[in-house]
């Protein structure tokens, strides 16, 4: 595949060196990328511009009317969407299909929302004066991406944005550019939308202080490592941009005393090898009261025994890592584990594939007598590595949950009411999930505390992201 820029309207050729783009369950070379030079980037943000004036001039149904139209095409496209993205990232078909139909779902969701943008009329404390206020959309965004979800990471954040009548650029990772440039054919046959958006890709460094220092961007959304988005924030400081931050995270998955085990062992599976354990949201302690833990240890060690590893294109459970230093990461993260008194249970041994140049694997692996002082439980593992940690007690637990820097998602499983309240109630994170492993869906909030960031995407919370307040005394 030959990847354009989408600039003005149109796909474009970009001035800096093109980049190669490869498949990582074999490092076999895909396609190239074009990438922008600082013109286009200048470029991109006159027309952002322009055409943030020209959305003005539209009516909330008009966009909801064009959001419609691309939920459609998207639906429409599943198929080569699913399969670009398998292609350029790894995930199980199966995965990206879902994510493509999640990604979706988050323009249906805007398309209803844009109408609903309302603001206010204040009691006057004057005969002669009206109070109003207005919602009004933040300017021209910046929406920058990472590669492990090619096309729901930027979706989430254009279908909101557009609908409070934003123009929008996208910047999405360079390991996996062909999921935007695909969902940018779709764009380009939406007239409204084709005025609107944009895609920028290429030198992250480059094209990132461009975007941010320039007064006419209003609005960065970023999602990625918790080190990047702090040094973005600082740099938006500067233009006192607004700024939404989906960062990094180390979720707690706990499983309590009288928690059912079979719902335990499901959710665990799925919120840690989900996309190959890469993901912001997936679970990275998993704390199981002793008097429970041998049975659920049993139940947990069949249900990764039949984990499959692979090429996403076949029918596996999870692909290839993204790239060496990730695959380097969890071997290290594993090896101090078994140093500091760790126990293998599964897995454990990554390996290359034979075709091609050779893309790495790593299997579903299950470390047991994991504690605090190993890597594993204190940094983002982003791998097929299940940690399992032993407790006593609930208040217990749930200091030793809420003991990392991160906080975007939790999990809890019990069925008892008042045992979910409390953890609810006494786990410092963005979101909780009892009793389940799975949390993002459109309508709800999607977001971070502490360093996952701020800002939330998703029902009524996510188009306020995009949306600023003017007040208005008319004297009359
Ligand atoms: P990940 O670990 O998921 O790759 P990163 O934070 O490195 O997370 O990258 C997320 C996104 O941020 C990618 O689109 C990447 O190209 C971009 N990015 C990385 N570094 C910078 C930077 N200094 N300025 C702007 N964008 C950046």
Known sequence: ????????????????????????????????????????????????????????????????????????????????????????????????????????????????????????????????????????????????????????????????????????????????????????????????????????SGDAKVIGELLIDDMRIRKLSFTGSSAVGVKLAAKSAATLKRVSLELGGHAPLIVFADANLDKAVKGTIISKFRNCGQACIASNRIYVHHKIKADFVAKLKAAVAAIKAGNGLDNVDIGPIIDEAAYGKLALQVDDALAKGASLLAGGQGYRTLSGSG???????????????????????????????????????????????????????????????????????????????????AQAPFGGVKMSGYGREGGKYGIDEYLQIKYANIGI
Not at 134 to 152: C, D, K, Q
Not at 383 to 404: M, S, W
Not at 422 to 440: F, H, K, Q, R, S
Request: net charge negative.
């Open 1 to 200: 595949m030959q990847g354009q820029l989408y600039i003005d309207g149109q796909f474009a050729k970009g001035g800096a060196a093109p980049f190669a783009v490869y498949n990582p369950y074999n490092l076999s070379q895909i396609g190239t990328q074009q990438a922008a030079a600082e013109d286009d980037v200048k470029r991109a943000i006159n027309v952002a511009e322009q055409a943030f004036k020209a959305l003005k001039t539209t009516t909330a149904f008009a966009r909801a009317d064009a959001l419609e139209t691309l939920y459609q095409a998207m639906i429409q496209a599943e198929s080569i969407l699913a399969e670009t993205m398998t292609i350029e990232q790894g995930k199980p078909l199966k995965e990206a299909i879902g994510e493509v139909r999640y990604a979706a779902s988050y323009v249906k969701w805007y398309a209803q929302e844009a109408g609903r943008v309302q603001g206010d009329i204040l009691a006057s404390n004057h005969p002669k004066s009206r109070l109003h206020v207005y919602r009004e959309p933040v300017g021209p965004v910046a929406l920058i991406t990472p590669w492990n979800f090619p096309l729901a990471m930027f979706v989430r954040k254009l279908a909101p944005a557009f609908a409070a009548g934003c123009s929008v650029i996208v910047k999405p990772a360079s390991q996996t550019p062909f999921s935007a440039v695909k969902f940018f054919e779709l764009i380009n046959q939406i007239p409204l939308l084709k005025a609107s958006c944009q895609l920028l």
């Open 359 to 441: 893309g790495y694997i790593y299997p579903a692996t299950v470390l047991d007598d994991v504690d605090e002082n190993m890597q594993v439980a204190t940094e983002e593992t982003f791998g097929p590595i299940l940690p399992l940690l032993t407790f006593n007690d609930d208040d217990e637990v749930i200091k030793r949950a809420n003991a990392t820097p991160y906080g975007l998602a939790a999990y809890a499983y019990t069925e008892n009411l008042s045992r979910a309240t409390y953890a609810i109630e006494n786990l410092e994170y963005g979101m909780v999930g009892i009793n389940t492993g799975v949390l993002g869906t």
